[in-house]
T-cell receptor, first 116, second 110 residues
Framework: NAGVTQTPKFQVLKTGQSMTLQCAQD?????MYWYRQDPGMGLRLIYY???????DKGEVPNGYNVSRLNKREFSLRLESAAPSQTSVYFC???????????????FGPGTRLLVL | EDQVTQSPEALRLQEGESSSLNCSYT??????LFWYRQDPGKGPEFLFT???AGEEKEKERLKATLTKKESFLHITAPKPEDSATYLC???????????FGRGTSLIVHP
């Protein structure tokens, strides 16, 4: 099992450019999440998907869009990147099929994004 | 509003010097409290889940405890490889969304 994988690992963008961060999990998890982590701010939830076909806003959704492509894949899109979006982005998944209250989150290795 | 406060922000220990990290929380209907370890440049890695006051869990040199208002992560005789940031998160009842604390950065000197 690869667990949670993210691509790319590192990206530099210019202000106004767009990009999509990819995330995939092979643990048959129902729920998937996108976080950003900034120094002194901790992990902040951008969007989440409780199950295939649903997405909801988290704490800091402005400037982002998401797509739950299928049960395995959850992508995060920046339509017009801004320097304030410079951060480390983590994807996570949780809740294997058939288990209640199993909210342990499994994180990917992260994508480091620099917006100039 | 759900809140999680971790203290101290940073902790430096000598190898073998035991200590505790604190996670204070306010949440409506705690569904679970989670501890994660995060190494530099990597994603958080799950350590423990605690569900009810009085519960304790252990793993090697780490022991997590839970009360109605806080959780402690006790580190006994730490080694340099225990150096990492430790994150606490709470899941409120009926929600998919966890609230994370800002973490405690632990450095263990040989």
């Amino acid at each position: 099992n690869a667990g949670v994988t993210q691509t790319p690992k590192f990206q530099v963008l210019k202000t106004g450019q767009s990009m999509t961060l990819q995330c995939a999990q092979d643990m048959n998890h129902n729920s998937m999440y996108w976080y950003r982590q900034d120094p002194g701010m901790g992990l902040r939830l951008i969007y989440y998907s409780a199950s295939e076909g649903t997405t909801d806003k988290g704490e800091v959704p402005n400037g982002y869009n998401v797509s739950r492509l299928n049960k395995r894949e959850f992508s995060l899109r920046l339509e017009s990147a801004a320097p304030s979006q410079t951060s480390v982005y983590f994807c996570a998944s949780s809740a294997p099929e058939g288990l209640e209250y199993q909210e342990t989150q499994y994180f990917g290795p992260g994508t480091r994004l620099l917006v100039l | 509003e759900d809140q999680v406060t971790q203290s101290p922000e940073a902790l430096r220990l000598q190898e073998g010097e035991s200590s505790s990290l604190n996670c204070s929380y306010t949440v409506s209907g705690l569904r679970g409290l989670f501890w994660y370890r995060q190494d530099p440049g990597k994603g958080p890695e799950f350590l423990f889940t605690l569900y009810s006051a009085g519960e304790e869990k252990e793993k090697e040199r780490l022991k997590a405890t839970l009360t109605k208002k806080e959780s402690f992560l006790h580190i006994t005789a730490p080694k340099p490889e225990d150096s990492a940031t430790y994150l606490c998160a709470v899941h409120p009842g009926g929600s998919y969304i966890p609230t994370f604390g800002r973490g405690t950065s632990l450095i263990v000197h040989p």
